[in-house]
């Protein structure tokens, strides 16, 4: 059974986003490509919605950890880009990614504001680790 151990060392913020660090041990890592709102025909979805762009961006990513026999849970780091990224746009976007998350321990996280995607109507890409059996 694949393990992560959560850390929250002493001397750095705690923030119920994330860890500052996760040990993982299992027999497979994941490495999960950014994840952009799209639907399974290439569509934008929640054109304009940073919100709606979130969701869908972990619904993608979900499908793409359920492909390798993951879930969620299995998440040791994520990063996140966000198209003109300002501090007010932090809680749309951890509001609509922590309902993933719900009851289990963050993982890892960054978030880097970019000036552009690789489309003009992407806001946001997610790309993940995961470690699992």
């Known amino acids: ?37 799209t639907d399974e025909e290439g569509r934008v979805v929640g054109a304009g919605d940073l919100a709606a762009q979130t969701t869908q961006v972990m619904q993608n990513l979900g499908m793409a950890l359920k492909a390798a026999g993951a879930s969620y849970s299995n998440i040791v780091k994520i990063t996140t880009f966000v198209v003109g990224y300002r501090p007010e746009l932090r809680p749309i976007i951890g509001k609509a990614r922590s309902a993933f998350f719900e009851g289990m321990e963050p993982p890892a996280s960054t978030l880097v504001g970019v000036t552009a995607l690789a489309a003009p109507e992407w806001l946001i890409e997610i790309e993940a680790v995961a470690v699992a059996d």
Request: hydrophobic share 30%; proline share 5%; no cysteine.
């Open 1 to 37: 059974m694949s393990k992560s151990d959560h850390l929250r060392p002493s001397g750095l913020h705690h923030n119920p986003a994330y860890s500052h660090v996760v040990v993982a041990s299992g027999a497979r890592t994941i490495y999960i490509s950014g994840q952009v709102s």
